[in-house]
């Protein structure tokens, strides 16, 4: 195989390819390395910039008819794409296009949750790649019902994961950070990782409980005198710097109402600064509804309040 190339859309799809170019480069004298050509639609952009590598930009308004010519041209022995949601519908024309072509496709999936939307098209029917790759085996259930074969799913494990491992012992961005987000000594830094439920909320999904649900629970935390609050905040104690991190899919300025609820006690910001590993090697606690960021924190040994569960065993009791 002499030509990869890798396709990516939405944040969770492009960390697990930024992963996989990493290690298909790790050797970089070995003659036989492929080239790989990395092309970053939207929200994607961002995360290959921040890891440093160079993505060339999805072309805009680019159509199904038009797709053919532009794959063809690059002359790849393999299309590896990430998976995105219900919001949009390319890595679907990939696969279909490059069937056409003869070019082998390869999907990672980042998560085992929301499956079958991803690999539906506009038109609500399911269109797989050639090939899956899972991070374990609870995706594959879901995967054979939609009609993939066993043999055509790949259990990688979760190579984001790994690479996390190896980003830790870099260069660490945590004092340029807490410049920019006004960190005074003796404050408990609390990231909040936003999810874009409101967004798919727009789009006709129903969930039990919000984003801003989270935050509002986690503000109450933060305020509360009581020990098991104290617990779950893993001990933290005030001041608070309680900065939100907006979902790269959030609709601008959809958390700005909350800098006017500040208190003496928790001064909050809205910061999208830094890549998503830095941000959380700069916080003492991250905390979200279901964000990838936790599973970021878990991995860097930094606190993670999980609040979907949490806050629904609230409302349920």
Known sequence: MRKILLISRDPGGSNQLVALYDQLLADSKNPDNPEIIVIAKDYAKAIWQQNGITAQ?????????????????????????????????????????????????????????????????????????????????????????????????????????????????????????????????????????SDYIREMQALGMTFDVTEFDCLEHLMALLQSSDDLAHGLTNDLTGPYRLVIRPHPKDTPGKYDGYLKQSTPNMTIVISSSGASLDAVMASDMVASMGSSLLNEARLLGVAALELGPLLKAHKDG
């Not at 199904?64 to 679907?92: S, V, W």
Request: a negative charge; zero cysteines.
């Open 57 to 193: 930009a999805w072309p805009d308004g680019i159509t199904e008819a038009d797709l053919a010519g532009f794959l063809a041209a690059y002359q790849a022995d393999q299309i590896i794409t990430g998976t995105g949601h219900m919001d949009d519908r390319t890595e679907q024309m990939v696969w279909r296009i490059a069937r056409q072509l003869g070019i082998p496709t390869t999907a990672f999936l980042d998560s085992s949750h929301n499956i079958a939307v991803r690999f539906k098209d506009r038109q609500g029917k399911i269109f797989l790649p050639d090939f899956v790759s899972v991070i374990d085996d609870d995706a594959i259930p879901a995967l054979l019902a939609l009609g993939l074969v066993r043999q055509n799913i790949i259990v990688s494990g979760d190579l984001y994961a790994n690479y996390v491992s190896k980003r830790r012992a870099g260069q660490n961005q945590s004092g340029l950070l807490h410049a920019e987000w006004g960190v005074k000594a003796g404050e408990s830094l609390i990231l909040f990782a």
